[in-house]
Protein backbone atom coordinates (compact mmCIF):
# COMPACT_ATOMS: atom_id res chain seq x y z
CA UNK A 1 0.00 0.00 0.00
CA UNK A 2 1.58 3.62 -1.05
CA UNK A 3 0.72 6.35 1.55
CA UNK A 4 0.79 9.97 0.17
CA UNK A 5 4.67 10.17 1.06
CA UNK A 6 5.41 7.46 -1.36
CA UNK A 7 5.87 5.45 1.87
CA UNK A 8 5.57 2.02 0.88
CA UNK A 9 4.41 -0.55 3.71
CA UNK A 10 3.42 -4.26 4.22
CA UNK A 11 -0.62 -4.12 5.67
CA UNK A 12 -0.42 -7.48 6.52
CA UNK A 13 2.82 -6.50 8.78
CA UNK A 14 0.95 -3.56 10.22
CA UNK A 15 -2.32 -5.35 11.41
CA UNK A 16 0.33 -8.03 13.37
CA UNK A 17 2.12 -6.17 15.02
CA UNK A 18 -1.34 -3.69 15.97
CA UNK A 19 -2.69 -7.24 17.03
CA UNK A 20 0.20 -8.52 18.97
CA UNK A 21 0.36 -4.56 20.68
CA UNK A 22 -3.75 -5.29 21.73
CA UNK A 23 -2.97 -8.61 23.33
CA UNK A 24 0.42 -7.46 25.08
CA UNK A 25 -2.12 -4.83 26.31
CA UNK A 26 -4.87 -6.62 27.84
CA UNK A 27 -3.53 -7.28 31.58
CA UNK A 28 -5.15 -9.61 33.84
CA UNK A 29 -7.98 -7.54 35.55
CA UNK A 30 -9.25 -6.97 31.58
CA UNK A 31 -8.69 -10.74 31.06
CA UNK A 32 -11.06 -11.67 33.99
CA UNK A 33 -13.37 -8.91 33.30
CA UNK A 34 -13.86 -11.08 29.97
CA UNK A 35 -14.04 -14.64 31.07
CA UNK A 36 -16.97 -12.99 33.33
CA UNK A 37 -18.80 -11.51 30.89
CA UNK A 38 -18.29 -14.64 28.71
CA UNK A 39 -19.85 -16.95 31.63
CA UNK A 40 -22.71 -14.33 31.96
CA UNK A 41 -23.78 -14.81 28.57
CA UNK A 42 -23.41 -18.62 28.69
CA UNK A 43 -27.00 -20.21 27.75
CA UNK A 44 -28.28 -23.00 30.23
CA UNK A 45 -30.93 -25.82 29.39
CA UNK A 46 -32.63 -27.26 32.29
CA UNK A 47 -34.58 -30.01 32.35
CA UNK A 48 -36.71 -31.89 34.95
CA UNK A 49 -36.01 -34.33 37.05
CA UNK A 50 -37.49 -37.19 35.00
CA UNK A 51 -36.14 -35.98 31.57
CA UNK A 52 -32.97 -35.38 33.55
CA UNK A 53 -32.82 -39.13 34.09
CA UNK A 54 -33.82 -40.20 30.82
CA UNK A 55 -31.17 -38.36 29.47
CA UNK A 56 -28.48 -39.64 31.52
CA UNK A 57 -29.50 -42.92 31.29
CA UNK A 58 -30.10 -42.77 27.61
CA UNK A 59 -26.56 -44.29 25.71
CA UNK A 60 -26.01 -41.09 23.35
CA UNK A 61 -27.40 -39.14 26.58
CA UNK A 62 -29.78 -37.58 24.49
CA UNK A 63 -34.24 -37.26 24.31
CA UNK A 64 -36.18 -39.55 21.43
CA UNK A 65 -37.73 -36.90 19.92
CA UNK A 66 -40.06 -37.53 16.33
CA UNK A 67 -41.50 -33.65 16.27
CA UNK A 68 -39.60 -30.57 17.89
CA UNK A 69 -41.99 -27.43 17.03
CA UNK A 70 -40.01 -23.77 18.38
CA UNK A 71 -42.45 -20.88 18.48
CA UNK A 72 -40.42 -17.04 18.32
CA UNK A 73 -42.15 -14.46 19.10
CA UNK A 74 -45.32 -13.16 21.24
CA UNK A 75 -47.71 -13.78 18.95
CA UNK A 76 -46.58 -17.11 17.56
CA UNK A 77 -45.98 -18.16 21.29
CA UNK A 78 -49.68 -17.01 22.12
CA UNK A 79 -50.81 -18.53 19.37
CA UNK A 80 -49.45 -22.25 20.37
CA UNK A 81 -50.80 -21.48 23.54
CA UNK A 82 -54.13 -21.37 22.62
CA UNK A 83 -54.55 -23.30 20.07
CA UNK A 84 -52.09 -26.25 21.42
CA UNK A 85 -51.43 -26.30 24.46
CA UNK A 86 -54.56 -25.58 26.32
CA UNK A 87 -55.89 -28.78 24.25
CA UNK A 88 -53.73 -31.74 25.85
CA UNK A 89 -52.20 -32.62 29.09
CA UNK A 90 -49.30 -30.43 28.27
CA UNK A 91 -46.47 -30.10 31.47
CA UNK A 92 -43.68 -27.86 31.39
CA UNK A 93 -40.56 -29.93 31.29
CA UNK A 94 -37.78 -27.77 30.81
CA UNK A 95 -35.97 -24.45 29.94
CA UNK A 96 -33.60 -22.14 28.94
CA UNK A 97 -31.71 -19.62 30.29
CA UNK A 98 -29.88 -17.09 29.34
CA UNK A 99 -28.68 -13.15 29.85
CA UNK A 100 -28.10 -10.04 27.93
CA UNK A 101 -28.39 -6.05 28.01
CA UNK A 102 -32.16 -6.95 26.65
CA UNK A 103 -33.36 -9.63 28.57
CA UNK A 104 -35.03 -9.28 32.31
CA UNK A 105 -34.66 -10.33 35.31
CA UNK A 106 -33.21 -14.05 34.88
CA UNK A 107 -34.85 -14.89 38.48
CA UNK A 108 -38.10 -14.75 36.78
CA UNK A 109 -39.78 -16.83 34.79
CA UNK A 110 -37.21 -18.05 31.72
CA UNK A 111 -38.18 -16.76 28.43
CA UNK A 112 -37.72 -20.00 26.74
CA UNK A 113 -40.09 -22.55 28.12
CA UNK A 114 -40.41 -25.92 26.64
CA UNK A 115 -43.33 -28.11 26.92
CA UNK A 116 -43.95 -32.34 26.73
CA UNK A 117 -47.62 -33.63 26.27
CA UNK A 118 -48.07 -36.60 28.40
CA UNK A 119 -49.62 -38.83 25.96
CA UNK A 120 -47.17 -38.03 23.03
CA UNK A 121 -44.29 -37.74 24.92
CA UNK A 122 -42.16 -37.75 21.57
CA UNK A 123 -43.22 -34.57 21.02
CA UNK A 124 -42.31 -30.90 21.92
CA UNK A 125 -42.91 -27.33 21.87
CA UNK A 126 -40.69 -24.50 23.16
CA UNK A 127 -41.90 -21.29 23.75
CA UNK A 128 -39.24 -18.42 23.09
CA UNK A 129 -40.34 -14.64 23.91
CA UNK A 130 -36.68 -13.45 25.35
CA UNK A 131 -34.27 -11.77 22.76
CA UNK A 132 -31.21 -13.66 22.21
CA UNK A 133 -28.28 -11.59 21.21
CA UNK A 134 -26.26 -12.78 18.01
CA UNK A 135 -23.69 -14.20 19.95
CA UNK A 136 -26.41 -16.38 21.91
CA UNK A 137 -27.59 -17.97 18.85
CA UNK A 138 -25.12 -20.09 18.25
CA UNK A 139 -24.89 -21.98 21.45
CA UNK A 140 -28.37 -21.78 22.11
CA UNK A 141 -29.35 -24.01 18.82
CA UNK A 142 -26.28 -25.81 19.66
CA UNK A 143 -27.39 -26.26 23.58
CA UNK A 144 -30.79 -27.44 22.81
CA UNK A 145 -30.18 -29.73 20.04
CA UNK A 146 -26.97 -31.58 21.65
CA UNK A 147 -29.98 -32.95 24.17
CA UNK A 148 -32.31 -34.21 21.34
CA UNK A 149 -31.85 -37.26 19.45
CA UNK A 150 -31.67 -36.12 15.68
CA UNK A 151 -31.98 -39.58 14.45
CA UNK A 152 -35.95 -39.38 13.01
CA UNK A 153 -36.51 -35.80 14.21
CA UNK A 154 -38.84 -33.01 12.35
CA UNK A 155 -38.46 -29.56 13.18
CA UNK A 156 -41.01 -26.64 12.96
CA UNK A 157 -40.34 -23.04 13.30
CA UNK A 158 -43.20 -20.60 13.82
CA UNK A 159 -41.49 -16.69 13.86
CA UNK A 160 -42.87 -13.94 14.15
CA UNK A 161 -41.18 -10.57 11.55
CA UNK A 162 -42.42 -7.27 10.88
CA UNK A 163 -44.08 -5.82 8.02
CA UNK A 164 -41.41 -3.48 7.69
CA UNK A 165 -38.62 -6.03 6.67
CA UNK A 166 -40.85 -7.90 3.90
CA UNK A 167 -39.38 -6.88 0.48
CA UNK A 168 -41.72 -6.59 -2.55
CA UNK A 169 -40.98 -5.83 -5.96
CA UNK A 170 -44.90 -4.91 -6.21
CA UNK A 171 -45.43 -0.91 -5.82
CA UNK A 172 -48.61 -1.83 -3.94
CA UNK A 173 -48.57 -4.97 -1.97
CA UNK A 174 -52.14 -7.10 -2.75
CA UNK A 175 -52.73 -9.40 0.08
CA UNK A 176 -52.18 -7.00 3.17
CA UNK A 177 -50.64 -7.97 6.59
CA UNK A 178 -50.57 -10.68 8.59
CA UNK A 179 -49.48 -13.19 5.70
CA UNK A 180 -47.25 -16.01 6.07
CA UNK A 181 -44.31 -17.33 4.32
CA UNK A 182 -42.17 -20.19 4.27
CA UNK A 183 -38.73 -21.43 4.27
CA UNK A 184 -37.49 -25.34 4.21
CA UNK A 185 -34.71 -27.04 4.63
CA UNK A 186 -33.42 -29.34 1.39
CA UNK A 187 -34.96 -32.55 3.70
CA UNK A 188 -38.10 -31.30 4.47
CA UNK A 189 -40.12 -33.64 1.71
CA UNK A 190 -43.82 -32.34 2.56
CA UNK A 191 -45.59 -28.98 0.94
CA UNK A 192 -45.96 -25.72 3.22
CA UNK A 193 -49.13 -24.41 3.52
CA UNK A 194 -48.06 -21.19 2.34
CA UNK A 195 -46.14 -19.62 -0.14
CA UNK A 196 -42.29 -20.04 -0.17
CA UNK A 197 -40.26 -16.69 1.04
CA UNK A 198 -39.18 -15.06 -2.20
CA UNK A 199 -36.27 -13.40 -2.47
CA UNK A 200 -34.45 -11.42 -1.85
CA UNK A 201 -36.01 -11.62 1.83
CA UNK A 202 -34.35 -13.59 4.41
CA UNK A 203 -34.63 -14.88 7.57
CA UNK A 204 -32.37 -13.38 10.87
CA UNK A 205 -32.29 -14.31 14.70
CA UNK A 206 -33.20 -18.02 16.37
CA UNK A 207 -35.58 -19.13 13.59
CA UNK A 208 -32.67 -18.58 10.89
CA UNK A 209 -29.82 -20.50 13.63
CA UNK A 210 -32.56 -22.63 13.96
CA UNK A 211 -33.14 -23.68 10.22
CA UNK A 212 -29.20 -23.50 9.47
CA UNK A 213 -28.42 -26.27 11.70
CA UNK A 214 -31.01 -28.50 10.84
CA UNK A 215 -29.72 -27.76 6.87
CA UNK A 216 -26.41 -28.46 7.82
CA UNK A 217 -27.21 -32.05 10.12
CA UNK A 218 -29.47 -32.45 7.45
CA UNK A 219 -32.77 -32.81 9.92
CA UNK A 220 -36.18 -31.83 7.94
CA UNK A 221 -37.15 -28.44 8.95
CA UNK A 222 -40.07 -26.14 8.21
CA UNK A 223 -40.21 -22.37 9.16
CA UNK A 224 -43.39 -20.20 8.89
CA UNK A 225 -42.54 -16.65 9.37
CA UNK A 226 -45.72 -14.38 10.18
CA UNK A 227 -44.98 -10.81 8.54
CA UNK A 228 -47.47 -8.62 10.36
CA UNK A 229 -47.69 -4.60 11.42
CA UNK A 230 -48.44 -5.07 15.09
CA UNK A 231 -45.02 -6.41 17.42
CA UNK A 232 -47.20 -7.17 20.43
CA UNK A 233 -49.75 -9.83 21.15
CA UNK A 234 -52.86 -9.91 18.56
CA UNK A 235 -55.43 -12.07 18.36
CA UNK A 236 -55.42 -11.24 14.38
CA UNK A 237 -52.03 -12.03 13.52
CA UNK A 238 -52.19 -15.04 16.12
CA UNK A 239 -55.03 -16.42 14.07
CA UNK A 240 -52.35 -16.43 10.73
CA UNK A 241 -50.68 -19.52 11.82
CA UNK A 242 -53.75 -21.42 11.62
CA UNK A 243 -52.67 -23.33 8.70
CA UNK A 244 -49.91 -25.08 10.94
CA UNK A 245 -52.47 -27.29 12.23
CA UNK A 246 -52.88 -29.31 9.48
CA UNK A 247 -48.90 -30.55 10.48
CA UNK A 248 -49.22 -29.94 13.91
CA UNK A 249 -52.74 -31.95 14.10
CA UNK A 250 -50.59 -34.63 12.98
CA UNK A 251 -48.45 -34.84 16.28
CA UNK A 252 -51.21 -35.06 18.96
CA UNK A 253 -54.74 -34.37 19.57
CA UNK A 254 -55.49 -31.12 19.06
CA UNK A 255 -58.68 -28.71 19.86
CA UNK A 256 -59.30 -26.67 16.47
CA UNK A 257 -61.10 -23.96 18.59
CA UNK A 258 -59.54 -21.85 19.70
CA UNK A 259 -59.29 -20.68 23.48
CA UNK A 260 -60.89 -17.19 23.95
CA UNK A 261 -60.34 -16.94 27.42
CA UNK A 262 -56.54 -17.27 26.88
CA UNK A 263 -56.49 -15.22 23.79
CA UNK A 264 -58.26 -12.55 26.00
CA UNK A 265 -55.99 -12.64 29.10
CA UNK A 266 -52.52 -12.60 26.51
CA UNK A 267 -54.99 -9.33 24.76
CA UNK A 268 -55.42 -7.78 28.04
CA UNK A 269 -51.47 -8.12 29.18
CA UNK A 270 -50.48 -6.30 25.93
CA UNK A 271 -52.90 -3.79 26.37
CA UNK A 272 -51.81 -3.21 30.07
CA UNK A 273 -47.93 -3.02 29.54
CA UNK A 274 -48.80 -0.62 27.12
CA UNK A 275 -51.15 2.25 28.57
CA UNK A 276 -49.05 5.27 29.33
CA UNK A 277 -51.27 6.24 32.66
CA UNK A 278 -50.64 2.84 34.57
Known amino acids: MATFFGEVVSVYSRAVQEDEEDLDDENEEDQQIRI ?147 LKSSQYGSQPVCLLLEQPNIVTGLAAAVLSHCQVQRIPAILYQCYSDVINPDSVTMETYKPALTCLSKLSKLDTCLSTEILRKLVQVNETQSNLYT
Open 36 to 182: EIEQKREVHVNWCPELTQSITNSPDRTLQCSDFVIAVGPNAAGFLSAYVLNSGNWVAVGSVSLWNERTKDSSKQPGCVIYRQSDCPKVLICQCNSYIAEDQLFRWTEKVFACIQQRGLNVMVLSDCSMADYKTPDSLFSSGAPFLRA
